[in-house]
Every structure is written in C-alpha cells, then in structure tokens.
DNA sequence: TCTTCGAGACGAGACGGATCGTCTCGAAGA
DNA sequence: TCTTCGAGACGATCCGTCTCGTCTCGAAGA
C-alpha cells in the first residue's frame, strides 16, 4: 500500500496519474468480475498502465483494492465529521444504521466491500492497517455519538462503548457478510430498538 | 458439493473411501497453508487420488471444503442436540458464547472457518445451502433457548427471536471476521450482559 | 540562464513457473 | 460390459520478475 514507501528516494518521482488510474481500475474491475477473478493483469490492462508501475507500489492484490477505497474515503464527502446528533438518540441511530444499509445493498460497493472484508480475515496486517486508517476513525465517530448521550443520561453510566458499538453494527455487518437475510430498514430499526431496550422486559 | 449430483446414474458407484479422504485432505490442507494456497492438485495428492475424482463431484473449491464441514457437523459430537437450560438465562448464554470463543480460537478451525466464510459471503448459492444445513439448525438451537427463557418471562414477550440471536452472536462473528480484536471470555460475557440489559440505563 | 546528463519511473510485453479445468489412458470392480 | 478410479498430459491463464526504450525531473556546469 501508499504507506510502505521506501523511506526517501522515491515520493517525488510517482506518477499521480497512474495512481489514480489504478486504484479507479481496480474499484471497477472488482464490481464487474467480482474478487475471484480480480487479476493484476486486467487492471493494468484497463488502467492502461505497465504491470511493473503496479507491482513496484503494491504488495498484493489486497493492497492495491486497500488503497482504492482509502482513496474514495479521503476524496469528497465520503469521510464524513460527525454522526447526526439531534438529542434523539434511536432516531439519530436509526437513521445511520439506514445509510449503513443503504451503502451495503448498493450494487456498486456490495462486491469492493465484500472484497475487502475478505482481505482483511486473511491477512493479519491488513487488518492492522485497516483499523488505524479507517475502522478505527469510523468507530470513533460512533463512540462520540454515544459518549454525547451518555452524558444526557441516555446510556447506562457504566456501559463500555466499544461493546456498544459492537452490538449495534456487529449484527449487521454479520447479517450482510454471511448473507442471512434481507437487509431492510426495518431490520435497522429493530436492531437499534431490541439494543437500546435490551431482552429482557422492562417493567 | 455432494446434492449436486446429476440426478440418477451416479450415486451407486461412488466411492466412499475416495470421498472421506479428499474432504479430510481438504481439511488439513486448510489448515497448513492457508485458504489463498488451497488448491485442487493438493487435494488431490494430498488424498492419494486423481484430480478428475474431484472435479466430478465437486463443481468448487468452496464446495469441497463446505462438504469437509458437513462431514465434521454429522458426526460423532459434531452435533449437538440443545443448549444448555439450567434456568439461569445469563449464566447460560454466557457459558455457550464463551465455548463459541474458544472454537473460533482454536487453530484448528481458524483457518478453516474463515476460508467457508469467504465462500459464503462471494457465493450466494452456497449462503443459501449453509443456511439450510448448517446455519438454520444451529440458529434454531438458539432460538429455543430463547424461547424457554421467554416463556419463562425473563425476555421480552414481543422479543423477536432472531433479531436477539443476532445481538447475542453477531457481535462476536463480525470482532472475530474483521479483526476487530481479541476474543476472550470477558468479552463474552460483557456482551452478553450488555444484550440482556440494554444500552439504556436501567432504574 | 541555458544546456547537459544521470536517476528513476513509466508503458509495454517476453519469460518461466504454477495452477487451472479438461481430456485420455488402462486397471479395477460391480 | 459399463462406470469409476488413479494417474498424468495438455492448453490456457495468471503469477511475479525482468528487460527493453522513452519520459520527466532536478542537479551540475557553462
């Protein structure tokens, strides 16, 4: 990935152009022949690009699919600052579970995410490096969201927030990976709801 | 995988001895050099016969290995018959969550259950045959834990069933797919507890 | 300021090796 | 006699490395 670089030399003399090139080829070619049949040689081919430019960047097939999210992450809106906070919190939750739905049954992230999640359970340093460059952020975001209602009073005082956020996204994610049914908001909701409430009956 | 046999001919003249020794092969093979490096000549040699034995019966590499768990599931032990109901719902859930843990940290069936992921969430098909021979009975299993324990008044009486089955374990998969940390009894527990209890303060 | 020159990155693609899935063979067995 | 079996040859594909000749860029020298 970007980041393993040789120390100095190098950095300047990169070809941008290339770069960007490779990783949009890569986002498309995985969309349209899916992970399996992803091949470094097709995306040099469509990016019109030397395998040599990609092989002397890119450890791996993983990496380069890496990078090209990383990519789309740090261009427009697609990091985002903050999570919604209205003072609502199961409204607020609800609505991000959606949009969380919503991008997982979108047919031109399904498969690059499915991808890169499959990287990820392989390779131990791709998983590292995923958690300090976007899981770890992204989750950050979620514990401030809760970290505000925790402070309101909304969340019990002595709730872990990584436990939280695991129990809302968790069953979702796992749901969508393992393909055990329909992602719909509906589902979102309940989620959110049975979360927040608990199993047990409240009297 | 093996009900995908052409309807009748076949069948009879299969042998038996040939079968159990690819799917074990298969099995070990999994284990030693990754899910990446799997691939049929090993297999094959590995199981001391020929590659065609293979391609006959299996149309994919994900269908062997998912037979290799089928075989693993239907014998001795492999299935269990109910969860443990000693009345106690927490302690319960606590102690099957935890020996879940202990199986997905088990170097044996690490590898192996990441690889019959990965093919699950890139074959449609395959989810769906999973859903009907594995995932469906074990999640059934849950569920009528659950249900005692909703009889019994300790859970909601509108509780949807599968949507806590989601919440108990789906947090645990989706830390253990991506990484997303270590899996230790306490963190069994604290999920559990957090489930049961709802994020939101109790009085 | 202008020219020269070396260091790398670049596109292109040849190369040997590995694995794919198909195909063919003779032996074994039902 | 008919199908499966073990064994392995076969062409195709993709791997990752290597070698071309071209280009861009910054440093050195006039």
Chains 1, 2 share one sequence.
Do not use: C
């Amino acid at each position: 990935m970007t980041t393993q670089r040789k120390p100095s030399s190098h950095t300047t003399r990169r070809n941008e152009a290339s770069r960007r090139a490779i990783l949009a080829a890569a986002f498309e070619l995985v969309q349209e022949v899916g992970y399996a049949k992803l091949n470094i040689e097709g995306i040099a081919a469509r990016a019109g690009v030397g395998k040599q430019t990609i092989y002397r960047w890119w450890p791996s097939k993983g990496a380069v699919l890496f990078d090209a999210f990383l990519m789309l992450s740090e261009q427009p809106d697609g990091g985002e600052t903050a999570l919604p906070d209205t003072g609502d919190l199961e409204a607020d939750l609800k609505a991000v579970l959606r949009a969380t739905i919503e991008e997982l049954n979108d047919p031109r992230y399904d498969e690059p995410m499915r991808a890169l999640n499959t990287e990820i359970t392989h390779d131990p340093a791709l998983a590292a490096f995923y958690a300090e460059r976007l899981g770890g952020p992204m989750r950050e975001l979620k514990k401030q969201r809760l970290r505000s209602a925790q402070r309101a009073g909304q969340l019990a005082e002595d709730l872990d927030l990584d436990v939280a956020v695991d129990l809302l996204w968790g069953p979702l994610l796992n749901r969508w990976l393992q393909r055990g049914g329909a992602l719909t908001p509906g589902y979102a909701d309940s989620i959110v709801k049975t979360a927040l409430n608990g199993l047990r009956p409240r009297r």
